[in-house]
């Protein structure tokens, strides 16, 4: 299912591009970010001038939740563990009395969420840990291939944008290596997102788990622990990107003050680099949120961006469409 | 001098590839192991057969220390670290009273290193913390471009193996994707190995130091810590690959009881691999060590791949050369 859903999605963006064949970003408005991204692309693919990068050294860093896919009314992992919860109560019947699994399993997601980090803390250890890295592969394979958002009704690997997917595809045809790093689970993205953005695993950075290793009857495994290993966000991630990547990327793509260290590793170096944020402002098309949210608050950012002259994408008169359809 | 170490190495390395023009492992005897290696590399190449692997999941791992180049007397970054302290002395007064630097200081490594792990890791945190990644990273860079081998006087970079060097380019020809994945630092391998192998910073895996976050003067700096981050070594190299790489390896080559587990991961799987073991066996073009060595011992490892039919490379008898001269 995960390969249908990730084959559709790149034959909608490669008909997309036999339509506009002279036009490698065709969702974007013809304004200022579009222009800026395609003229930093012409400088450092301009072979012999001071601003040239050679191909390895062309590396673009993308947070995930809302900058490749939305990420409203709840990151898309937590409205999995969510569906886990449930999906797991027959076999728990402790959690018809213990929080915050009793509020869950009611629908009420306020009351479960009460209790703050720690009982998020609890709703992913109970469902994103205990079973080997091969089973929980497979658990979310099924999940993408098969749930559907609370409120859209789509498919959540519909809820990718469009012009993200089109600038992904850009950069690499430009000899850009494009890297996914996030605040999610490296393990909750890596089943499905080389099918739906192109990006294969060895290429995401995310948060993890500890894992250990043991050899079962023969078989070796890999086994998820209920005990956090990284927690990839804020000052996280360009700690990540050195530790995974191990060189520093010329451009960055985020949406939140949770991206804001990457895209000052980013940008604040001598190499000529690109940063931008795309700000969400369009509550029709999609959600409308900066800096009160509680999910993907975007703040400091947008006084950071403003002051190192970054990119900000409005989402609203920036973008032609959101989503794929 | 490293871009010129890495250049003069490539140059050999293609000389002796035209030399000869059929023949990718000129420096292996045409004996099992070569014959075993190229058997595999035809069989997960064979398009429409059952053991044909598409090229994204062509992923070779290599252990560094005594397996892509020598590891006696001393592991080389023990090495590098030792002369860090001896550069550094000047500096640090109390060392000449202090062990295991003072000891270190007067030429008596084993004086210096009866402190056990505790004096290597107080050697180690002494010279690979307290600065920027950026600094490190010319450290090394200066170091591996300058500093001789005690024994052989060579430089370290000319003491890589070639049969090695001619199977890392074998394997990418042949689609594979190399990433090595060491107990050594990764922060110590970086800046040299994509020059002298091949192998781009991104596929390198290894041990860290924990790095922190923080805006100098408005310069972004990641700033090397005097604590362990993780140890890539034994179960820790199944785990780390799955971090890192993300997907599981089809050819795993190693050298010691280290690699066991990687090796383990690799080749106990349903798919058709290929695991071997660099054996030392060569006391005079190189090292002869094995069971019970205190560096690179590989013991219980000569077991297992005897009892899994792994390939086992005798250096003296199925070499033809070691080094690159």
Redesign the interface.
């Known amino acids: 299912m995960i390969r249908l859903i990730g084959s559709a999605v790149l034959l909608f963006v490669a008909a997309a591009a036999s339509a506009h064949a002279d036009d490698p970003l065709p969702s974007w408005e013809e304004v200022k970010p579009k222009h800026a991204i395609m003229k930093f692309v012409e400088q450092v693919t301009a072979e012999g001038t001071s601003d040239f990068v050679p191909v390895?050294e062309r590396i673009a860093v993308f947070d995930n939740d809302g900058t490749l896919w939305a990420e409203q009314p709840a990151y898309f992992q937590l409205l999995f563990a969510i569906d886990r919860v449930k999906a797991l109560s027959n076999s728990h019947p402790d959690w018809k009395t213990e929080e915050p699994f009793a509020s869950l399993l009611k629908g009420d997601l306020k009351a479960a969420l009460a209790g703050g980090d720690r009982a998020v803390l609890d709703i992913i250890m109970a469902t994103h840990a205990g079973m080997t890295?091969d089973e929980f592969a497979q658990i979310v394979k099924d999940w993408i291939g098969s749930a559907r958002h609370p409120t859209s009704g789509k498919r959540y690997t519909e809820m990718v944008y469009q012009p993200m997917q089109e600038l992904l595809a850009y950069l690499r045809s430009n000899g850009f290596?494009t890297f996914i790093v996030s605040g999610g689970g490296?393990?909750f993205m890596?089943p499905w997102v080389?099918a739906v953005y192109g990006v294969?695993?060895?290429?995401?950075v995310g948060s993890?788990i500890v894992?250990?290793?043991e050899?079962r009857d023969?078989?070796?495994v890999?086994l998820r622990q209920p005990k956090l290993?990284f927690l990839d966000d804020k000052?996280g991630k360009?700690?990540a990107i050195?530790?995974?990547?191990?060189?520093r990327p010329i451009a960055a793509f985020g949406n939140s003050d949770g991206d804001l260290?990457m895209l000052?590793?980013t940008c604040?170096?001598r190499r000529l680099s690109f940063c931008l944020f795309v700000h969400h402002t369009d509550n029709e098309r999609e959600w409308s949120y900066d800096r009160q949210s509680h999910i993907g608050r975007l703040d400091k950012g947008l006084d950071v961006a403003a002051e190192n002259g970054w990119m900000t994408v409005d989402m609203k008169a920036d973008w032609r469409r959101i989503f794929p359809n």
């Open positions: 390895s890295t290596k490296i393990e890596r080389e294969p695993p060895e290429q995401v993890s894992t250990t290793y050899v023969g078989t070796p890999l290993n000052d360009p700690i050195n530790q995974h990547i191990g060189r260290a000052q590793w604040l170096q």
